[in-house]
Structure formats: C-alpha cells, structure tokens
C-alpha cells in the first residue's frame, strides 16, 4: 500500500461516517487502524486512538513515548497532525476536547471495553455506536493492490501445504507436526502462524480441533488448516485433508461428495450473488449426498487484515457479492466419534466469476506409509 493509499481511505471513512451520522471514528489499534493508516500499533492499556472527524482533519492521538513509533507510520509523511500526552495526562479528556460539541461518534470494533467506557465518562452525552458499520464495508471491498497481498498470502501457505505430507508419519503426534509446520509457515513467508489445526483420526470431527497428543494411525485422515499473517498484514486461511494409507470406501466416497459441493459452490461466485447462496449450493450438494446433518458451519468467511471478517458466506446474509470481496469457501463434514474432513480455499470475486488464489491439488492427498 503506498502512503498515499491511506490518505484516500481516511478521507473516504471521514465521509462515509458524516454519511451515517456519525461525527467522529475513534480508532484505536487494530486491524482498522492499519487499514486507516498503516499503522501496526501493539494494542496496550496507555491510549493511541486515531481521531476521524467528519468535518476536520484527522488527528492521531499517541502517548508521548509512541512519537516515534507513530512518525515512522504513514502518519508522518502524510503529515497527519499529531497529539502527545504525557504520563500523568488524562488522553481521553484530550480525545474529547478534539471532537468539542458532537452527538455520536463510532468506536473501533476491536477497542477494549476499559477504553469504551472511560471515553464514555470522558463524554457522557455522546452516543456510542460501532465504527465497523463504516470500516468494515470499506474493508470488505478489497483493492487489487490488497488482492495481490493476499495472493502472497496464499501462495506462501500453498508452499507449506506442499510439504505437509512428508511430516506425517504413524507414530508422530499432531503437537509435533503442528509445531514442524508453524515453522514452515513462517519460513515461507508469514510473521507469524495464527492457527495449526491438524486433526487426526476422530480429532478431524471438531472443526476447530487445534492439535494434541493423539499419534498417527495407519488409515487416518488428517484435516489440517493452517494460516498466518504475511509483514503486510494480509492473512492466508487454507485447508487440505491428507490419508495416511487407505481411509475405507466410506471415507472416500464421502470426500468426492465434498470435493463436488466445494467446487460447485466456488463456481457459483460471482458479482450479485448473495453470499448466503454460496452457502446454499455447498449445503444443498452435500444434503442430496446425506451429508447434511454433519456440515455443521457456515461455508465461510471474509479474510483480509484479518482472518474472519465480513463478509460471512452464510444462511441470512443476503449481501450480494461484488467485484474485490475475499473470502474462504470451506464446507467439511464432521462425524462424530468417527472421522472429518474440510476443503478450504480462498476465493476474490472477480468481474464474471471466481478467482481462487490457492492452488493446491484438492483431491484427498494420501501419503503412503
Ligand atoms: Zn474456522
Ligand atoms: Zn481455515
Ligand atoms: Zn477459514
């Protein structure tokens, strides 16, 4: 993203908030605030909080010992006016003598609670709405400049995929995978690895199985979903189901329904779909295959700076979709006390149709022992 690009995004919140009424967008650190500003301040108790007037210029509010860290943000050379406070100051008396008389302003989803509540005392009169009714619909329509990050994204766990299947072996834990493959995913590319799911065996029935002692069998599947955060912020999200051996007929002819319902419901995306459609066409594949019952989430979610943000490919969310919205198309089947699987891609809306930016084969991998 260059400077530039967030001197258009704050200015584009300013009006979308004085749109809905709202007067100000306090923002403090977050996803919001590194897509206001590209700034990648670490959350802590003292108040950093990027003021958004609606009629103003923007002011970034910062303990006199951020200065630095905050000049060195786009803040800087964007020449975004900057307010110190010092140890024994009151920043949320200052926050409040910025805005002077206003009716409503909206508060960072992500701020903390002691923070909304002592902008609160600091402002009693004032109305506290939510500043995701703005941000998240900017957020939600991505730029091909954060399309392209987001393919790095995909690309990078896409490698890691790659050498899954020479890290299982029977007789391995999960923990001891998982932690094999939250190296590689900051090898290939990541800051960091937000989630290692492998679910072995039955573990593969809990959706959000993390990992756990259980060793490798002979005949396992593995479900394994990974992501993490590349150093532009931008998130990757990928899910492929491996066999260690034959997994039994069962298994198989179940995975071919859910390859079908995966595909078929990538395939349906394109601008004006709602999202709660995609949904339907991976849920209504895998009820006609007596799946049903066991598809027991959404079929997904948006991902950007964030790994779960809108918009939810879900029942009920008739937004339709638009050209630059990125999300996870993952639908799985999930029995108990038996088995799971989960197919998960990462998919951008493009002008007539799909683009899927993970390119893993999708057919269950099976490793031979
Ligand atoms: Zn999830
Ligand atoms: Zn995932
Ligand atoms: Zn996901």
């Known amino acids: 993203m260059l400077d530039a690009d967030y001197a258009t995004r704050i200015t584009a919140a300013s009006s979308a908030a ?15 605030l590194r897509y206001l500003l590209g700034y990648d301040a670490i959350p802590l108790e003292r108040l950093t909080c990027l003021v958004v007037r609606s009629a103003g210029d923007p002011v970034l509010v910062v303990p006199a010992l951020e200065l630095a860290a905050a000049k060195a943000s786009p803040a800087g050379p964007l020449g975004i006016s900057i307010a110190t406070w010092q140890e024994t100051d009151d ?13 409503a302003v909206g508060l960072a989803d992500h701020m903390w609670a ?63 995978i998982g ?3 939250a190296e590689l995913i900051v090898a290939e590319g990541h800051v960091r690895a937000d989630f290692v799911i492998v679910a072995s065996g039955p573990n593969g029935a809990s959706p959000h199985h993390e990992v756990s002692d259980r060793r490798l069998e ?11 955060t590349t150093p532009e912020g931008y998130c990757s999200d990928e ?5 260690l051996g034959d997994p039994g007929a069962d298994y198989l002819d179940a995975y071919a329904q859910l390859l079908a319902a995966q595909m078929a419901a990538t395939a349906s995306v394109r601008p ?21 019952d066991f598809f027991i989430h959404r079929t997904g ?40 699987a989960r197919i998960e891609d990462i998919v951008v809306c493009g002008s007539d149709g799909p683009v899927v930016l993970n390119q893993r084969p999708r057919d269950l991998v099976v490793v031979e022992p």
Not at 130 to 156: C, F, H, I, W, Y
Not at 280 to 288: I, K, M, N, T
Request: hydrophobic share 40%; glycine share 12%; with cysteine.
């Open 272 to 292: 004006g779909v709602p999202c709660e459609s995609v949904d339907a066409v991976a849920r209504d594949w895998l009820e006609g295959a007596g799946l049903g």
């Open 18 to 32: 004085h749109g809905v009424g709202l007067d100000a967008l306090l923002i403090t650190p977050g996803p919001d």
């Open 179 to 181: 932690r094999d493959i």
């Open 114 to 176: 002691s923070k909304v509540l002592a902008l609160r005392a600091a402002m009693p009169d004032v109305e506290q709405q939510t500043a995701g009714r703005v941000v998240n619909a900017m957020r939600m329509r991505k730029s091909p400049a954060e399309v392209s990050a987001l393919q790095g994204a995909a690309d990078a766990i896409d490698r890691v995929h790659a050498a899954v299947p020479s890290l299982l072996r029977e007789g391995r834990t999960e923990r001891e």
């Open 91 to 103: 920043p949320y008396a200052l926050v409040a003598s910025l805005l002077g008389r206003v009716h």
């Open 218 to 228: 002979h005949g396992d599947a593995v479900v394994v979903d990974i992501g993490g």
């Open 301 to 340: 979610h948006g991902i950007g700076l964030e790994t779960h943000e809108e918009p939810y490919i879900v029942a009920g969310n008739d937004l339709p979709l638009e050209e630059g919205m990125a999300f996870s198309v993952e639908p799985g089947y999930y029995i108990p006390g038996r088995f799971g």
């Open 239 to 243: 899910t492929r189901t491996y066999a």
